[in-house]
């Protein structure tokens, strides 16, 4: 309801003509009455903000709106490349501090420094190169009879290498023939291996070799060896070409390798 009366004061100008008169009989009217009361809304606090508070805030940053849609789902791929990174310079930080340990005749703690800087060893990745020796058996042996080179080697270009302890046997880059390792990641271009700590040796072991821990064997221009168990009195070596690898595992099922135009590592 209006409270300027428009319907009662139309009706009273029919007869009076000043609008004084007809003000003061309106409040004298209603003065006091249920309908004056009615007239009239009163508003108390709600604890909302109003809208002139609203349009003073600051709008929502990113991760507001993030952690009310929930956690974000984790990207393997990069987390791998994440902990290669953070494992390859904390291996370069316990090279170094051997090396200074080494140079000025200071008996270092390596396994503490080793276990401080979480640095892979190769006894931890032991059980899945067994898991993986079980998995080539059944692949390669178990559904032939008589197997032969034919048979085998298209198996062979698309199984799946994660857990294969590789030798590299001839490279490109003379500095990593004679590594081996357990393959942890097989990328589309490399191997990432983890290689065993060396404590005796004929000659004289480098601060890197007595370290161990993470190495990354590039595909192209090596050739690469592996050892599959037969059994427990038999063992088959087998050779490939890692520039004809340079695929995921999952693309090279449905690649079908040639026999010519093998890149020659030297």
């Known amino acids: 309801m209006n409270a300027d009366f428009p319907v009662e004061k139309h009706l009273l100008t029919r007869s009076y003509t000043s609008d004084e008169t007809i003000h003061e009989i309106l409040l004298t009217r209603y003065a006091g009455s249920e309908v004056a009361a009615a007239l009239f809304l009163a508003l108390v606090p709600t604890g909302i903000e ?52 080494q140079k000025h005749g200071q008996n270092a703690d390596l396994p503490a420094l080793l276990d401080s800087l979480r640095i892979p060893s190769y006894d931890q990745y032991v059980a899945l190169n067994d898991l993986w020796q079980k998995y080539m058996h059944e692949l390669l042996f ?98 490939i070409v890692g520039s004809r690898m340079e695929l995921r595992a999952v693309d090279r099922t449905a690649k079908k390798f040639k026999s010519h135009g093998v890149e020659d590592i030297y």
Not at 68 to 79: D, F, Y
Not at 193 to 200: A, C, G, R
Not at 206 to 227: H, I
């Open 142 to 239: 178990s559904e032939l009879k008589n197997p032969d080179l034919k048979m085998m080697m298209p198996r062979l270009a698309w199984a799946d290498y994660n857990g294969c302890h590789v030798r590299v046997l001839e490279a490109r880059d003379r500095n990593i023939v004679g590594a081996e390792g357990i393959v942890v990641f097989d990328a589309q271009h490399l191997f990432v291996v983890v290689v065993p700590q060396k404590t005796e040796s004929n000659r004289t072991l480098s601060p890197a070799e007595q370290v161990g821990g993470m190495r990354l064997l590039k595909k192209r221009g090596t050739l690469f060896g592996f050892t599959v168990r037969v059994d427990a009195n038999e063992c088959v070596d087998f050779t």
């Open 50 to 101: 109003s809208a002139a508070e609203d349009r003073n805030m600051p709008p929502p940053s990113r991760n507001m709106v993030r952690k009310s849609l929930g956690p974000r789902k984790i990207n393997a791929r990069r987390e791998m490349r994440v902990y290669l990174k953070k494992t390859l310079a904390n291996q370069k930080k316990a090279v170094a501090k051997l090396r200074y340990s």
